[in-house]
């Protein structure tokens, strides 16, 4: 009875992370994530799971299966200096060369423009998943599914806000079988693909067939609609059923929090100060989490900016651009066809030194690893660091930290 096993294994522990990968594989479609908790609402009886375990078998929360899918992807694991960026072929800094990408864009365009070309005939994908918002509460996040220009810039930007996202790619397999698919999102997204895509059975054979490019975006730690609905509600002073949008990273970077009411309004957050309220949206498997990548996707894409929090206090120096991690063939097969066709400047970079986003990861899963609660599995690679020198997230988010002047 797998609603069972997984509620054992992962739901008692606090170890689901929202992804949605058990909705979309439930054969019976009895697995619903409740869209406020993230979780699956277990209202039915077990016994017609029968002797099914696909649930179970494709979540990351426990076991995110990172070294059988490195073992898959690359015929080896990571060594302990790939830790926490992961195995990969190429790595370069890159911006958009479209004006409208790069104006709708987070950190320069990069993803939406590998997504609007994964479309062209070499690589022939029919559909994109990206997270949007939902057209009945603007506030909420969804995931969705186009293969539609418009969309794919539209729904450019980071989300910092849990969906049942993985879901949405249900009707893909039920209704279109044979149709290519891009996805877009954070490294439990890709986790739970993966593992997906080891399988046997036919959602494994299609999802093998037919989800054919992943682009991870990198994940300090995402947060439940709450932390959303606080800020709207607590820090605007905004009824939820006003919000006819949200932007979490709009206008000048490194961009505000952007909301748009019904009444033609608009009220805005600097950046920096969504972070600290954020925080109290956030669940134990995200706050455990031990991937800022999970190293799985076939591109890996960061802020060019190695401290946006910074950049929101004192402004920056540094332009909109992303830091972009090429690990498979296809991906650099992509990568090169955008630089190729003019699609996207890139230019050479590394990777050392300062990255809140990181230090952030790697400090709060440091800090959860000599806890008590349980944590999800990292990758076999060794973290090698002082336990005395693990900082607290309220000390890397401190803005009397960066505050200048």
């Known amino acids: 009875m797998s609603i069972r096993i997984l509620q054992e294994n992962v739901l008692d522990s606090n170890l689901c992370a929202g992804c949605g990968a058990c909705q979309l594989v439930c054969p019976e479609q009895l697995v619903v994530l409740h869209p406020d908790t993230l979780q699956p609402v277990l209202d039915f009886d077990p016994a017609s799971c029968g002797d099914c375990h696909l649930c179970h078998d494709v979540c990351p929360g426990a076991d995110p299966g990172t070294d059988a899918a490195e073992m898959q992807l690359f015929d080896r694991e990571r060594q302990s200096s790939e830790r926490w960026l992961g195995i990969h072929i190429d790595l370069f800094g890159a911006r958009s060369t479209r004006a409208d990408v790069f104006e709708a864009s987070a950190s320069g365009g990069t993803v ?81 693909i993966r593992k997906l895509q080891q399988l046997q059975g036919d959602i494994a054979d299609w999802a093998r067939e037919n989800i054919v490019l992943l682009i991870e975006t990198a994940c300090s730690s995402s947060t439940l609609p709450k932390g959303t609905a606080d800020i709207v509600e607590g820090c605007l002073n905004l009824p939820l059923d006003a919000v006819s949008d949200l932007r979490y990273r709009s ?155």
């Open 251 to 405: 206008g000048p970077y490194p961009g505000k929090l952007t909301v748009s009411t019904k009444d033609g309004g608009s009220h805005a957050l600097e950046f920096w100060q969504i972070l600290k309220e954020l925080k109290g949206g956030k669940n134990h498997r995200c706050l455990s989490c031990g991937d800022w990548m999970s190293g799985l996707a076939d591109i890996s894409v960061c802020d060019g900016d190695p401290n946006i929090f910074d950049a929101s206090i004192n402004g920056t120096a540094f332009g909109k651009y992303g830091r972009v991690l090429v690990r498979t063939p296809i991906g650099q097969k992509l990568a090169d066809y955008c630089r190729d066709e003019g699609l996207l400047e890139q230019w050479p970079i590394d990777l050392e030194g300062f990255n809140l986003g990181l230090e952030r990861k790697r400090n709060r899963r440091r800090s959860y690893e000599a806890g008590a609660l349980p944590v999800p599995k990292g990758p076999s690679a060794p973290d090698i660091f002082d336990p005395e020198q693990i900082l607290s997230d309220d000390a890397l988010i401190d803005p009397k930290r960066y505050k200048r002047g």
């Open 112 to 192: 939406t423009t590998l997504l609007l070309a994964s479309r062209s005939d070499g690589f022939g994908v029919d559909h994109v998943l990206t997270m949007g918002r939902n057209p009945d509460a603007g506030w909420r996040a969804k995931g969705v599914v186009s293969g539609d220009e418009e969309t794919i810039i539209a729904n450019a930007q980071s989300t910092y806000q849990l969906a049942p996202y993985l879901a949405e790619l249900r009707g893909l397999y039920e209704h279109c079988r044979n149709d290519k698919i891009a996805v877009v999102g954070l490294a439990c997204h890709m986790q739970a």
